[in-house]
């Protein structure tokens, strides 16, 4: 606990993940909601999380923690579950989000916007 605030992260190699949350919060759920992102990261990564790869998939490391979270509140905290919704998102587009580099998935989307704007 840090000042008003609890706080609960992991390590792995070059990455440090943290959860935070009000000091009124139940530290099991945040630890939760840090662990099931934690292991939804890593099926996303195929089990090599470490910053080079975390940097080259951030757009899906970022789909997943919108996912896990809205507003402050948990959404889900099975990681399987948040894998699989991450991996449907990115059938959307054609090629799979960790195939696209960042400036492709937002040309993607934009063309997507485009598309609907249009009919």
């Known amino acids: 606990m840090i000042g008003s605030y609890v706080i609960v992260y992991k390590f792995v190699d070059d990455l ?7 000091e009124d ?3 099991v759920i945040l630890a939760s909601v840090l662990q099931g992102f934690f292991e939804a990261v890593g099926i996303l990564l195929r089990g090599n999380v ?11 490391i970022l789909l997943c923690l919108d996912e896990t979270i809205d507003g402050g509140v948990p959404l889900e905290t099975d990681p399987a579950v948040l894998a699989s919704k991450v991996a449907s998102h990115s059938m959307d587009s054609g090629a799979p989000l960790s ?21």
Do not use: C, M, P
Request: charged share 30%; hydrophobic share 40%.
């Open 25 to 27: 919060q139940n530290e």
């Open 16 to 22: 440090h993940f943290f959860v935070t949350g009000d």
């Open 50 to 60: 470490e910053k080079r790869e975390a940097l080259e998939n951030l757009d899906l």
């Open 99 to 119: 195939e696209q580099t960042l400036a492709q998935a937002l040309a993607t989307a934009r063309e997507h916007i485009t598309k609907s704007l249009l009919k």
